[in-house]
């Protein structure tokens, strides 16, 4: 089991970017599947991004696809999200998950979350 704590939210404008950071406690992260994950209130949580356990392989949302980048470093148990070219309608909070599921889109695929961190695009 880990625990996931997400970070590096905050407030750009629009055609601005930003890196979130997820990291990880325990020494079995790099044993999993990670994803980003984005919900903004009264709507459903929405994938954005996931990373198979060695970091070769990676699958997007199609909003997202060709700005954002998801990777990560299993020596510092942290999994990233570089966000380039933000949109008003990229503002949600941010969360990241783990699962041992390659490849896995949906929610309820994901057995462990961090806390979020909000991020907001000013237009």
């Known amino acids: 089991q880990v625990q996931l704590v997400a970070s590096g939210g905050g407030l750009v404008q629009a055609g601005g970017s930003l890196r979130l950071s997820c990291a990880a406690s325990?020494?079995?992260?790099?044993?999993?599947?990670m994803g980003w994950f984005r919900q903004v209130p009264g709507k459903e949580r929405e994938f954005v991004a996931t990373?198979?356990?060695?970091?070769?392989?990676?699958y997007y949302a199609d909003s997202v696809k060709g700005r954002f980048t998801i990777s990560r470093d299993n020596t510092e148990n942290t999994v990233y999200l570089q966000m380039n070219t933000l949109k008003p309608e990229d503002t949600a909070v941010y969360l990241c998950?783990?699962?041992?599921?390659?490849?896995?889109?949906?929610?309820?695929?994901?057995?462990?979350w961090g806390q979020g961190t909000q991020v907001t695009v000013s237009s």
């Open positions: 990373i198979s356990w060695s970091g070769g392989n990676t």
């Open positions: 325990g020494r079995t992260f790099s044993r999993y599947t």
């Open positions: 998950a783990a699962t041992n599921t390659l490849r896995a889109t949906r929610v309820w695929e994901y057995g462990t």
